[in-house]
Each structure stands twice: as structure tokens, then as C-alpha cells.
């Protein structure tokens, strides 16, 4: 399920997203694998927390979601970001409405990302394949495809953890999950409570949404990536360069078209 009216309230509610370390992950990349992109797909963009960082540094972004709500929030960031500040020299963004399993350009760009654990929300294996698919032919050969998505773990602690609560004077939320052990698949419930003035008095307008997300072994994603044709550079764990262990809750995936 895509984003909806949960949209307009995702920087608000998850200002704690690590994004700085998202950023720094991918010009360690950069810089590890001896590439410098002009041209880069942000694959569930979301609300363009990551895209805008990257034009402002001089990239060109091309920010990809199949949420129509995330991107008008990823739209208005943009025309603001605009009027303060502006991109550096050659730094551009565009928005594009696409579905990750089917994104198609016109020119092969240098990199793809896709993280915050967009592939998650892929919760057929075929689609995960046909995500890895158009990746790989959206690259330029020696493009790089870097992408994270959450461990197994992740999704336990998640379950064993819940529910989160947040509760503040204008909007509060409610998230409970169910954990399928089997398909290492996870619902989470989201009520947001919204503060409204509507003739003088306050009431609350209710959102209520429901995502989907799987969890998919480290080896399998390997063979994916191997069977699409990519060349394998490295996968680790939680923002680092060293190998997943059984405690890890996010794997980090460098991948090369040859």
C-alpha cells in the first residue's frame, strides 16, 4: 500500500529517521568504489529527504515513488528549497509518479539508490526481482545499485516492541504490528490523531493506514542480484562495512552492473 494522508505528516512523525547516516553510507560508497555519479534514481523517495540533499551537493535526482501524496510533500520541499537556497552548480531534481517494479527512464543514469527500506514493502518475491530488473537496466554499465532493507531481526523487534505511542498537544499516533513468522511478514496499524479548530472548538480527525513489509534472507537477495547480472561489492549491516550477524536490523547492499 502506498502512502496516503499519513504523507503530509511523515517528516513531522519520523524526524528521527537517520538520514545524515543514509548520506554518509552512500559517499562512503562513492568513495570505496572509486565513482563519482552525475546522474541518480532515489527509488521511493518519499518525501525527498534524501533526494534534496544529494541535488543540493550538484547531482542530477530523479526522485521515484509510487505515492502521489509523498511527492506533492517532496514537490513543495523542493519550490521552498528553491527560493531559499537553490541546488549547487548541476544539481537538478524531478519527481516522477512510477512504481518501483516497473520505473522506466529515458537515458541510463549513474546510480541507483533505494533506502529506508523501500524493497521491504515489496512483499512478493517476483516483485522484488522485477525491482532488482529495472534497476539493473535503468544503469549505466558500471552504475552502481545501493540499496539497504531490513533484516529478519528487525521485523521480530518490531513486534516484540510494540506498540509505539506518540502523544502531543496537535497530533498523536497509535502503531501496533502483526508478525507472520512464516512469511517473515509484518502489518503495522497506524491511527494518527489530528488536531483540527473547526468552529472554535478543537477535534481530532482520525487517519487510519496499514502497511505491509517482508523481511528476505541475506543469501536470497544475493542470488537475485546475481541472477539480474549484477556483480556483488559488498553487503553489510546497520550504516557499516562490516558483514550482517544475527543481531543486525538493517543489511546494506553495493551492487555493479558490469
Not at 546497520?238 to 547492499?253: A, M, V
Amino acid at each position: 500500500m502506498a502512502y496516503a494522508q499519513f504523507a503530509y505528516h511523515y517528516d513531522r512523525l519520523m524526524s528521527d529517521m537517520p538520514y545524515p547516516s543514509w548520506m554518509s553510507f552512500l559517499r562512503q560508497c562513492w568513495q570505496q568504489y572509486d565513482v563519482s555519479p552525475q546522474t541518480l534514481v532515489d527509488l521511493g523517495c518519499g518525501t525527498g529527504s534524501l533526494s534534496l540533499p544529494l541535488a543540493q551537493a550538484g547531482l542530477q535526482v530523479t526522485g521515484i515513488d509510487i505515492s502521489s501524496d509523498m511527492l506533492a510533500v517532496a514537490q513543495d520541499k523542493s519550490e521552498e528549497l528553491r527560493k531559499l537556497s537553490g541546488f549547487a552548480k548541476g544539481g537538478s531534481v524531478q519527481w516522477m509518479e512510477q512504481d518501483m517494479r516497473e520505473w522506466l527512464l529515458s537515458a541510463p543514469v549513474d546510480c541507483v539508490i533505494s533506502f529506508c527500506d523501500c524493497l521491504n514493502y515489496l512483499t512478493d518475491e517476483a516483485d522484488i526481482r522485477l525491482a532488482m530488473e529495472k534497476s539493473y537496466a535503468g544503469l549505466r554499465s558500471g552504475g552502481l545499485f545501493i540499496f539497504d532493507i531490513h533484516a529478519p531481526r528487525q521485523l521480530v523487534g518490531y513486534a516484540e516492541s510494540q506498540p509505539f505511542v506518540m502523544d502531543e498537544q496537535d497530533i498523536s499516533y497509535i502503531w501496533t504490528c502483526d508478525y507472520d513468522e512464516a512469511r517473515m511478514e509484518i502489518e503495522h496499524h497506524l491511527s494518527i490523531f489530528e488536531r483540527q479548530n473547526v468552529k472554535g472548538l478543537d477535534l481530532y480527525r482520525k487517519i487510519e493506514e496499514t502497511h505491509v513489509q517482508r523481511a528476505y534472507p541475506q543469501e536470497w537477495m544475493v542470488d537475485q542480484l546475481n541472477a539480474c547480472g549484477f556483480d556483488i561489492l559488498s553487503v553489510s549491516a546497520d550504516f557499516t562495512f562490516e558483514p550482517p550477524t544475527q543481531q543486525s536490523e538493517r543489511l546494506f547492499f553495493v551492487a555493479r552492473r558490469p
